[in-house]
């Protein structure tokens, strides 16, 4: 078993949709959760991170992350064809040193 | 503009040549990281560079080493690499040793062929 799960998608949504990504994890230790976005080509970019079971919110972006059920997510609120693109959570453990373990990915097509 | 900047973008070498990727961050960053991505795939760990210690991914060959001249720079040497080290590689910083997430440069897309 994968120590984080990322269903690689595609997903294909229409503009203004709202977009649910998720992620699972095994291991209960998981204390940092993140989500990146990446364009092709590119590296890629941090949008959140949080600590805390719980929501957080920045503009259209929401993470969401449930520490009883080992389950993360992010949800995007009116989508837009810019919002094309890969997105991976990625999650921090603290064994000595700081381990960061990311997802596979899901790639997201929002249709104009 | 991302943050930290990655030269050479792209880059094609023979199996015998030796190359020298570079990437800079300006944030006052402590640590900082080669990852390696293959397509559709997610980064993979080689090398941390976090307050002068390196700690290095075992898996990593060693025709890959790396090299930090300073806080702010960080080189990755290539020598007699093989067609499946074909990838992007990707330079990222981070304050709290991740915990807080990573800056991750452009990339440089490199080739061997």
């Known amino acids: 078993q994968k120590e984080v799960e990322q269903d690689p998608g595609p997903l294909s949504v229409p503009e203004g949709a709202i977009v649910s990504l998720n992620c699972t994890y095994s291991?209960?230790?998981?204390?940092?959760f993140m989500w990146y976005r990446q364009y092709s080509r590119k590296g890629p970019e941090l949008l959140m991170y949080?600590?805390?079971?719980g929501n957080k919110e920045d503009g259209r972006f929401t993470a969401q992350v449930d520490k009883s059920s080992k389950y993360i997510s992010l949800f995007i609120r009116d989508s837009q064809p810019s919002d094309s693109a890969t997105y991976l959570c990625a999650m921090t453990i603290n064994t000595g040193g700081f381990k960061t373990i990311f997802g596979a990915g899901t790639r997201l097509f929002v249709k104009a | 503009d991302t943050e930290v900047t990655q030269t050479p973008k792209h880059l094609v070498m023979g199996m015998t040549n030796k190359k020298s990727l570079k990437c800079e961050q300006h944030?006052?960053?402590?640590?900082m990281y080669w990852y390696k991505q293959k397509a559709k795939k997610p980064p993979e760990l080689m090398f941390v560079y976090s307050y002068e210690k390196l700690s290095i991914n075992e898996s990593v060959p060693s025709r890959f080493s790396p090299e930090c001249p300073n806080s702010s720079l960080l080189n990755l040497h290539l020598h007699a690499l093989q067609p499946e080290d074909s990838a992007l590689y990707l330079c990222a910083s981070s304050q709290l040793g991740g915990l807080d997430g990573y800056t991750f440069g452009s990339g440089t897309r490199l080739t061997v062929v």
């Open positions: 949080t600590y805390s079971s």
């Open positions: 944030m006052g960053h402590r640590a």
């Open positions: 291991n209960s230790a998981f204390q940092y």
